[in-house]
Every structure is written in structure tokens, then in C-alpha cells.
DNA sequence: GTGAAAGCGCTAACAA
DNA sequence: TTGTTAGCGCTTTCAC
């Protein structure tokens, strides 16, 4: 039951075989010059003594690991960064890559720490989801010695690397515009925000880039629409669903009560249906209401919920190419990819100009 | 833009400290005996030179990685791996070890390979969620080379590792006697099977041990609350959302349509809600509803729905803390760790008797 | 086409 | 307490 299996090595191979470490390892590897003869007798030996090679020695000659780090906030009730994770493994396996992933919780010191970790293990290179405060000197490159590095879903304050990011301005504000053109005129926008201790109708500072590109959206798009600027009521939340809720309540028991929210994550959405279900409000029937980033829930409740679509496993497949390619080629440049986003209609906004559902 | 950093490593260090090797990594690696000041100095040099030592080289040494591999099926519309990832990960790091993750997409090849992949990346332990058809030699102890395994969530045939499942059948039972005492007698069942071509209402074979506990709770619940054996209608569903929509509907026009749905996972789960939307049908109204897995979408949807809770982040801790231990203490011991579930009473079953919530 | 030998960065006997 | 040295498993010049 506990007896130890020898672990056959390349000199096992080799000796089995009655060649030396050196024409072994050509032979499996497939460099140099071998004898056809003899390479094929090299593997069928290796085959039989069930030889796998030892990539730890192998990245020790060569110095790469083929493994990339992935730092990432994991919220598993946002089924972004879900997907995202996913995506990313899956296109690093694609390339013979595997992918060492660390949580951050949205904790700047967690961020550090396991990039630490994951430079120690001599990772090829790094995708890291920022977290949105603090300052992020263990991302630039002489902490990271020369290790190629990319950043998802948002920037980070003086890091000069790739970024992977979305281009939520412009669906928030056709969002808007859409709502506005079935005739909401009072609409509120449920905003999450890292770092402030309680709701707040005014904007804090220091929001991150992605938040900020859908703030902005919003506001843009209000504009289009030639809102006057009292139409739009704001509640920044921090992460806590019952803070969430009491934000909505905030919203749904003002002088005009918003016909129209726009919610800036999944999370956010989930406080509304919380507080509509309590009200007995029925979404894309007395509420209306937008979210970003689709889910297979979002598509099946109340009949679909409209949403701001990310492409997020296309944003990922990419950052794993340019993080690749800076792998190959260390030129040090790096670029900003903004991929699009699309407005999703589907049955939660309501055409108050008929009192019925714009695609029904 | 592009000058190389230098990667300090242990000799630099030694040297620009005026030891040796030896001395250098005794004093950063806190072991055997080294003078007070010179530990202190060659820390304080170190640190200057921002050396971070160098993992792969250490795993050479002593033959350990500190790393985890995890083969996981990703499946991003249910929560519950994405849970269970982000558990593992957690439970890993706490301990100090990394985790390199792999995706199968329940595919038996992919498997194979990510392990072997792993294997030759020389992780320490292997978490898997075996993919539920196929044989599974590649996860046996020669195979695997004495490298400690535990299965998660599901056990696999042949496979003699320790292995932590949830007891779904105990609370699946208590769903449907819960259902019973309501009034309902109509009862229908749609299970998720991997390997099915089309939905069938016979049980096939071969389905993996998680969905035989539930199928099992169901019938063990019906024999309790002595239904009749027509009264619980089934169907087997493949992995598609449009064939599960079809079970749904066959389920809905049968002749004696179910009040009471019991879905065996999150995506049976989305297919009901879709053809109750396109239906007019109202869960928690004219139509009742029990899950399994809680999820934070659960929770909110028609004022909470009644779940099957299963504690994955506890399962994933203890499968990590087991695997730990056989890390350390190889003695090939396996046992079957089998967590209780919960049945979470919310809004989604109706009353029959009074034609009320249950809860309300 | 094949072998001998050096060495990636580190740790652990063994000496001193 | 500290230094010397060997070697983990592999790849890669350099000779032959």
C-alpha cells in the first residue's frame, strides 16, 4: 500500500537505454542531431518506464517556466472575474502555458504579497487585476525584474504596462439614451465603490479606471439625452450587500423616485431585485432597471434583463497573447487595448411612453 | 526603456555581504546555526538588493514545490466550482502553497493531460474533480508517481484516494417531503446527466456519484412522504440549455403537470426559469421550485429560493488540509469525507394546503 | 551522430 | 559559527 514508486529520470532513460543523459535528451526534447534509429528507441524506452520529464530542472537550464501568474480579486457573486479566470487558464493551456492563480480579495498587501510568491516561482510572466487603492510599486519593473507583466480589467496609478480594459463609456451611456428615449426621466445610478465607509450621493475620489469609464458613461449619456442634471441620482456603495440595499431604498423613497436604475455590477443588481422583491416591485414592469456584464441569469430573469455585454473572454484571450508575445520578445512597449462593449436589449426597461415592453 | 534589471541572486547577495553561499542562504533561510550579526547583515543586504530567492532552485534542492496542482471542471454558470476554486486557492495559500489550475470542461483527454502537465511540473499534491465518464488510470498511484491526490466533489471509478463529497441525499430527500407536506403530489425531476444524447425519462447508467446521491435523496424522499410511484416524473437532461428547456416543457405538458420542480443543479435551474417566464408561470406561485446550491442569485430571485446548500468552501478546506497531510505524511490512507448538507427554506415552494408561502 | 562535462541557483553534509 | 563541496535533473557547448 505505501511502497514508493521510482520516479524514472532522465538518466534512468538514458541508461536503460545505453545512451548517454545527452543523446537522450536530444532524442525527447528533439534538438540537435540524434540517429533516427536510436531517438526511436530512446522514446520507447521512456514510454515504457513511463518518463515524465522534470520541468522544475528543465526551467532551471533554461529559465522559463512556461507558467503565468494571474492575480486576481476573486468575488464569486461576480461572475465576471469567474470567466475571466477561466478564460485565461484556457488560453494559456492553448499554448502550453499553466497558470498560477492568487486571490487578492481587493486587499493591496494580498496584491503584493502574492506577486512576491509568484516571482519566486519564476512565473514568465504576470496578469494582474489591480486592486483600485493604493499605490502599486511592486508592479513596475524593477520589482518585477524584467517580468513581463499586463494588467486586466483596469489600470493601476503609475504602471506602465499593457492594459486589457473595456470600453464601458460608451453602452452606460447608450444605456441611458435608450432609457431616456422610452421615457425615463428620473433614473438613479447604484455605483460600487472600494474604500468609502458608508452610501453616499456624492462622488468619492479615487475610483478606478473601470468604474469610472461607466460614471462617466452615464453622464455622457444623460447629456446626449439632454437630461437636466437633477434627473440623475447618484448612491456610491461600498461592498456590502445590505449597505447596497439600504442605497436602493435611499433611491426608491426620494421625492422622485427613479422609474429607471442603473446598476454598475451584478452586485449592485442583486441589492435592487432584493429591495423591488420586498416592495413588491416588479422589474421591466413598475421598475426598470440596466446592470453591466450579462450572466446566465441575467438572461433567463424576468424575461432578460437588459445589460452591458463585456467581451471578457475575447479581453482575456487577448492579454494572454500580448503577454506571450512580451515573453518572446521583452521590448518593454506597451499598449492599451480597449475592446467594445454592446447594450443587450432584452425585457427590463419599460416604454413608459406605451406602458408596454419596447420588444415585446 | 528596455536595460535588463539584474536578478540578484543568492551568490550576489553572499558576496556583496562577504560570505559564503553557505552562510547566505543559512541566514535567509533561517536554518542551521549562523552568528546573530552576520544573519542581521546578510538580511539587511539582501533586502538592498531586493533578492527574492529563487523557488525553482529551492524545489530542485529538496524535491518540494510548494504549489498544488487543480484539475477542475470550469463551468462558469455554476457558482459552486468557481466557489470551490476560490476556496482551494484560499485554503492553499494559507499554508503557504500556490495553486496551478487547470481546466477539463469535463473532458476525459484534457484530464489526462492537465495532470500530466502538472505532474511534470512537480506539484506536490493534486486536487481533482474527476470528469464523470471514462476510466480514470492516469490518477492512480503509479501513474501518478507517489504523488498524494484527493478527489473533490465526485468519487471516480478505480480511483483509491481519499476522496470529499457533500451528502446531498439526505437533505434532496428532505426537499421532496418538505414538497409533500405542502400538498404537492405532482412532482417532476430534471437531472443534468454528462453523456446523454437527448432527454430521456429512464435513468441511464453510469452517472457520477454526486447525481446519484441526489437521485437517490429524491426517491428515498418520496418513499418516506409514501407517494405513489407515478407521482414523480423524471427526466435526464444533456448539457444543453435548450434540450433542458425541452425536458421543462415535456415536464409541463404531461398529463399531470408538476406544481413542484426539483432541478439538480443551478443550470437545470435557469432552464426552468426561462420556460416559467415564457409560460407566464411564477415561481413561488403557480409554480414551486427547489435547487441545489445556494448561490447569491438564489437567494434573491422571487423573494429566495429554497436550496439544497451544500458548505463548499468547508469541503474545500478540508480536502486542501487532507491533502496537506499527505504531503507531509505519505502513508497512503484514504478515506471518504462526507459533509452534511442543508435544506435552506425561502419563498419557492407554495403551500397547497392554503395556497400560501410557507413562510410568510 | 554521440559523449563528456559544465552549470542553472540553491541547500546540506562534512570539514575546519 | 562558517566555508567548501557535491549535486538535485536537465540542456548545451565543445570535442570526438
Known amino acids: 500500500m505505501n ?26 526534447s528533439g534538438y540537435g542531431r540524434v540517429g533516427a534509429k536510436t531517438a526511436a528507441h530512446v522514446q520507447k524506452i521512456a514510454d515504457e518506464l ?22 486576481i ?23 502550453g502555458f499553466q497558470v498560477l492563480v ?30 483600485p487603492i493604493g499605490s502599486h510599486e511592486h508592479l513596475l519593473t524593477p520589482a518585477l525584474r524584467n517580468t ?35 421615457g425615463h426621466r428620473d433614473i438613479g445610478c447604484l455605483v460600487r465603490v472600494a474604500g468609502i465607509p458608508a452610501v453616499t450621493s456624492v462622488q468619492p475620489d479615487g475610483i478606478i479606471s473601470s468604474i469610472m469609464g461607466r460614471i462617466n458613461g452615464i453622464k455622457h449619456g444623460a447629456a446626449a439625452a439632454t437630461l437636466p442634471a437633477n434627473s440623475v441620482q447618484w448612491r456610491f456603495v461600498p461592498a456590502s450587500l445590505e449597505v447596497a440595499q439600504s442605497g436602493v431604498e435611499q433611491l426608491l423613497d426620494s421625492p422622485h423616485p427613479p422609474t429607471f436604475i442603473f446598476t454598475s455590477n451584478n452586485d449592485m443588481l442583486l441589492a435592487v431585485l432584493a429591495v423591488a422583491q420586498k416592495r413588491g416591485l416588479v422589474i421591466g ?29 475575447k479581453l482575456a484571450a487577448e492579454a494572454v497573447a500580448e503577454l506571450l508575445r512580451q515573453i518572446e520578445h521583452p521590448d518593454g512597449i506597451s499598449h492599451d487595448v480597449v475592446l467594445p462593449t ?9 416604454d413608459l411612453r406605451h406602458g408596454i415592453h419596447p420588444a415585446s
Open 148 to 182: 513581463p507583466i499586463v494588467l486586466f480589467d483596469r489600470k493601476a496609478d503609475g504602471v506602465n504596462a499593457s492594459t486589457f480594459t473595456t470600453d464601458d463609456l460608451t453602452s452606460c451611456a447608450a444605456a441611458i439614451e435608450y432609457a431616456v428615449s422610452l
Open 50 to 71: 513511463g518518463y515524465i520529464p522534470n520541468q522544475t530542472a528543465q526551467a532551471m537550464r533554461h529559465g522559463r517556466t512556461k507558467t503565468l501568474g494571474l492575480v
Open 3 to 28: 511502497e514508493p514508486v521510482s520516479v524514472p529520470t532522465l538518466v534512468g532513460v538514458a541508461a536503460a537505454a545505453g545512451v548517454s543523459r545527452a543523446t537522450a535528451s536530444r532524442a525527447l
Open 342 to 350: 454592446e447594450l443587450l436589449i432584452r425585457q427590463s426597461v419599460v
Open 102 to 131: 492568487s486571490n487578492t480579495a481587493e486587499n493591496l498587501g494580498a496584491e503584493r504579497e502574492a506577486v512576491t510568491h509568484l516571482l519566486e516561482k519564476q512565473v514568465d510572466g504576470l496578469i494582474v487585476v489591480p486592486v
Open 285 to 313: 414592469q413598475n421598475l426598470s432597471i440596466v446592470t453591466v456584464d450579462d450572466s446566465p441569469w441575467a438572461q433567463v430573469l424576468g424575461g432578460g434583463l437588459t445589460v452591458v455585454a463585456r467581451p471578457v473572454e
Open 73 to 95: 480579486i476573486s468575488n464569486f457573486t461576480n461572475a465576471y472575474f469567474d470567466r475571466a479566470t477561466k478564460a485565461i487558464v484556457d488560453a494559456a493551456a492553448e499554448s
